[in-house]
Each structure stands twice: as structure tokens, then as C-alpha cells.
């Protein structure tokens, strides 16, 4: 078994700090917490099963690839939702 801490997991994994964040918290991976200095660190504990469900999960989402138009057109779409919720935050301002 081996410990590593939050940072070091992500960067093995190529992932997000934040997504190891909830990894932990969610108990997708096991951990440790010790305090050091004062302060309490996590550590992940690595383990060979959990690193191949880990894998697995992973290699998952980054199969579920877009193509340009489909990522261009959701971005459209996100884009025009986030305009509308704008022109409400200042029709609401306006009128305040």
C-alpha cells in the first residue's frame, strides 16, 4: 500500500485536484488523514483493485469524445442560456 497525497493522485491520473477531492469524499478512493505540523493532510491510500476500477472509470469518460460540431453546438447552446440568465440578472438590477 502505498500513500500519496492529493495532489500527487491527480497528477498520476492526469486528473483535477477537485475531481480527487470528490473521489475522497464521495469514498471512490480510500484515505488517510494525518495531522502534520498542525495541519490535517490527505492521503490516498493506492491499491491495486482500486486503482484498476479507477482506471477503468476513467478511460470511460475520456472514450465519450464530441466531435466539432456536436461540441460547437452544445457550446452555442450553453452560450444563449447563459445570455438569457444575464439579461435577467439585469432586467432584476435595473428595477431594483
Known amino acids: 500500500m502505498k500513500r500519496l497525497t492529493l495532489r500527487e493522485y491527480a497528477k498520476l491520473h492526469k486528473l483535477s485536484y477537485f475531481n480527487v ?3 475522497v469524499n464521495n469514498g471512490d478512493v480510500k484515505s488517510v ?4 505540523n498542525g ?7 493506492v491499491e491495486e483493485e482500486q486503482e484498476k476500477r479507477v482506471s477503468e472509470n476513467i478511460i470511460e469518460t475520456s472514450a465519450q469524445k464530441l466531435t466539432l460540431k456536436e461540441e460547437n453546438e452544445l457550446l452555442k ?5 447563459l445570455k438569457a440568465e444575464l ?3 439585469n432586467r432584476r438590477t435595473i428595477l431594483a
Open 39 to 45: 495541519k490535517e493532510v490527505k492521503y490516498v491510500v
Open 21 to 23: 477531492m470528490k473521489m
Open 87 to 89: 439579461e435577467k440578472c
Open 33 to 36: 488523514v494525518e495531522e502534520i
Open 77 to 81: 447552446k450553453e452560450i444563449e442560456y
